[in-house]
């Protein structure tokens, strides 16, 4: 069975990042390890950042 389609403003938005070259060999490893895409990782990481910092 297909899934519902999402509104426009529900869908995923893509955006292109830098990361330092040790950064990124970070997140690559840790992604492997925990079978996770870097995307989930970064937007858990950056949902508890926003959530710790946004007063």
């Known amino acids: ?3 519902p389609r999402k ?3 529900d ?3 893509k955006m ?4 330092e070259p ?3 060999k970070q997140l690559i ?3 492997e390890r925990e079978e996770r895409t ?3 990782v ?3 990481a950056l949902s508890e950042w926003l959530e710790k910092h946004d007063s």
């Open 1 to 3: 069975m297909a899934h």
């Open 7 to 9: 509104s426009e403003e």
């Open 11 to 13: 869908k995923y938005k």
């Open 16 to 19: 292109s990042i830098s990361f």
């Open 22 to 24: 040790e950064q990124l």
């Open 29 to 31: 490893s840790y992604c």
């Open 38 to 40: 870097a995307s989930w």
């Open 42 to 44: 970064i937007r858990k």
